[in-house]
């Protein structure tokens, strides 16, 4: 699958070391087929981290994927470089008159806030409820997942009771939903967070199907029955070394983390993380976009303002 990427993004270099196929925007234009287009809302502080995890991701259709890295205006962002944003991201203003097949909204380290209390929520609220109008089907994780649910559908999150860190085990409540095609039994995804939804909120939204659910670490898989919204409480993302980075961050802030479960061999912080969730991680993006997005969205992409009033795919 050719993922399209700008001309000089680092992120390339690393992608075609490991065999996902890239081209660059001067080749693109040259193919005469229309790109699946991804807005790509990423909240995370340390951007080119989640830009590399999201792209291998993305690479795994045979379709022509083009992403636009989008950052919040309201917030300013003390782990990436201003020239790397200048360069490769746009702002909600650049892109509110367009539309996208597509958009992910990834998560964020604040989730000990009241939504309201993000510096960044007026602007978040403007490109979720944006993306009704703009965007066929978003893909909200995590942090995101929880800020979607609580936007469009007033779900409130939970603090726990110490944060949730590690590799959990999951299952199908619904095999047959196209977003869980090929998925096995068992199946495995990170989880890094402080807070929760719970599955009896979830059960008085009727707009709402939970797909699938850990013993463990709770809702996973949300999806709107229209298939259009899509909440992900997980970091199905994340690469191998990202708890593993988040736990030694923790430990140097002198927070005493919990050492992530399931994560690191006999628990020993030392030992390399076997990573566990990496078919799964591909599969689901790779499902969201070859059955939740291609099928249903329109070549004339300008159309699509008016086609998701009416919506043609239902997923019950």
């Known amino acids: 699958m050719p993922i399209k990427v700008p001309n000089d993004l680092p992120a390339a270099k690393i992608l075609a070391r490991e065999n996902v196929i890239v081209i660059t925007e001067q080749r693109a234009t040259r193919q005469d087929i229309r790109p699946i287009r991804i807005a790509a809302l990423n909240l995370m502080p340390n951007k080119s981290d989640t830009e590399l995890q999201l792209l291998r991701l993305l690479g795994g259709t045979p379709l022509q994927v083009e992403v636009d890295f989008l950052h919040v205006a309201s917030h300013i962002s003390k782990n990436t470089p201003l020239s790397h944003l200048e360069m490769f991201y746009k702002t909600f203003e650049c892109v509110r008159g367009q539309c996208y097949d597509g958009m992910i909204i990834t998560g964020a380290p604040v989730e000990m806030l009241p939504f309201e209390e993000v510096d960044y929520w007026p602007e978040l609220s403007s490109i979720m409820e944006w993306s009704k109008y703009n965007v066929y089907s978003t893909f909200h994780i995590c942090w995101g997942a929880q800020a979607g649910l609580y936007y469009h559908y007033g779900m409130e999150k939970y603090l726990l009771d110490q944060k949730l860190s590690g590799v959990f085990a999951h299952c199908s409540i619904m095999p047959t939903h196209p977003l869980l095609w090929g998925f096995d039994d068992v199946y495995y995804a990170p989880h890094s967070r402080y807070t929760t939804i719970r599955a009896e909120d979830l059960r008085t939204r009727s707009q709402l199907r939970l797909i699938s659910h850990s013993k463990d670490a709770g809702a996973y898989i949300i999806v709107s029955v229209d298939g ?74 300008a159309s699509l303002c008016k086609m998701v009033m009416r919506p043609r795919m239902t997923v019950m």
């Open 228 to 301: 259009r919204k899509i909440f992900v409480t997980g970091h199905s993302e994340y690469d191998r070394l990202t708890l593993a980075n988040e736990y030694a961050r923790d430990a140097g802030m002198n927070i005493a983390p919990r050492i992530p479960l399931n994560y690191f061999p006999n628990d020993d912080s030392k030992e390399r993380p076997v990573m566990r969730w990496s078919a799964h991680a591909n599969l689901l993006f790779r499902n969201w976009i070859n059955f939740m997005i291609y099928p249903n969205t329109p070549y004339d992409l």
